[in-house]
């Protein structure tokens, strides 16, 4: 019985990122088209992408509509939500600090619920989404090092030299690329192994690898995330980011990310642990998956898999496909999903 149970744990536990995508389009009702038609006029659809000057953030107006149908669906706030507010509400301009939470629910039952939490306010027609996130370096195995992904050695300057080879020892690699980190269908950049304590040196400024990484996971984060109406600040409890009032408020209501990497280039990246991932993340995880993942944090679903988005309109929407970075990719759909919460979350 014991194992029984423990099998259909584990059945339930896996489950979400195998199956979760897209719901039917029959859930989508009037209001959904309505706001999916409203958003088109917010700053943060009409944005220019400070990244690459794209400026394609709406996307497809009836897929964002599916999008939305589907979210709310699985929204455990979803509800209140619509109770709350009409499709034609209209938020002021400026807007006192709330935190959000809730979770999202693929199957309709507790065990696959994904958290998510965030603190959301708005200054002059701008909204801010601060996340505190507290890194965990990976400490089950090969604890001496850390795997970082190319762009990043590229930006260490060590990506032609260091991580151009493998240096093995008792048939450990213990520096420099790591073999088959690309090529095992998971990753579309090779990574490259440190050592934990390294510090390097860039424009000459010398920093510890994990003070460089981190700072990498910001800057691609708030870059891709943020655009005119919409910020992003993704703050690191490590590097001492967060106000010690503000940070008691974020761990009393739980809203700290916390990023639990592993050493294995073969785990498909998940933002939260489970009892069967307790660290879901490769440290070498892509760029264009930090961004994704960060996505689950603002309690956004997978739109997967991507033969069956794409072709409903997903095509270069961040949530659709995992690997399609670009800078308008984190379509204004996804905004608005997480400013409409702002009349569900709880004053700070
Ligand atoms: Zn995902």
Redesign the pocket.
């Known amino acids: 019985m014991r194992q029984l149970m423990l099998s259909l744990l584990l059945v339930v536990l896996w489950a979400p ?1 195998a199956f979760a995508g897209l719901c039917k389009a029959g859930n989508i009702e009037s209001r959904h088209n309505r706001e999916a038609e409203n958003l088109e006029r917010e700053n943060f659809a009409m944005a220019v992408s400070p990244v690459d000057s794209t400026s394609d953030y709406i996307g497809s107006r009836t897929y964002n509509a599916h999008v939305l149908a589907c979210n709310r669906k699985r929204d455990t706030m979803g509800n209140k939500i619509e109770k709350d507010i009409g499709s034609d509400h209209v938020f002021e301009a400026n807007l006192a600090p709330r935190l959000v939470k809730g979770h999202y629910n693929y199957f309709g039952n507790i065990v696959t619920q994904q958290r998510y939490m965030y603190r959301l306010e708005r200054t002059n027609g701008n909204w801010i989404v601060t996340i505190p996130a507290e890194f965990h370096f990976p400490e089950l195995k090969l604890t001496k090092f850390l795997d970082i992904t190319m762009p990043l050695a590229d930006r260490l300057g060590i990506a032609a030299t260091v991580c151009a080879t493998t240096v093995k020892s008792g048939g450990k690699t213990t520096r420099g690329l790591v073999p088959k980190s690309v090529g095992n269908g998971v990753w579309t950049d090779d990574t490259c192994r440190v050592g934990r304590d390294e510090s390097f040196t860039v424009a000459g400024q010398t920093k510890d690898i994990k003070d460089w990484y981190m700072d990498f996971w910001k800057e691609l984060i708030q870059s891709y995330w943020s655009r005119p109406g919409f910020e992003l600040r993704f703050q690191i409890i490590n590097r001492g980011e967060v106000a010690s009032d503000d940070l008691a408020a974020y761990k009393k209501e739980d809203i700290v990310w916390h990023v639990r990497l592993n050493m294995n280039a073969n785990v498909a990246p998940r ?1 939260k642990s489970n009892p069967l991932f307790l660290h879901p993340i490769y440290s070498g995880i892509d760029r264009s998956g930090i961004v ?2 960060f ?2 944090v603002l309690g956004l679903d ?1 739109e ?1 898999p991507s033969t069956e988005c794409a072709p409903l309109g997903g095509t270069d929407y961040i ?1 659709c496909g ?1 690997f399609t970075l670009g800078g308008d990719n984190q379509k204004a759909i996804y905004p608005w999903i997480v400013t409409r919460r702002y009349v569900v979350g709880k004053a700070l």
């Open positions: 990122s933002y994704h993942e996505g689950h997978d997967y949530m995992a």
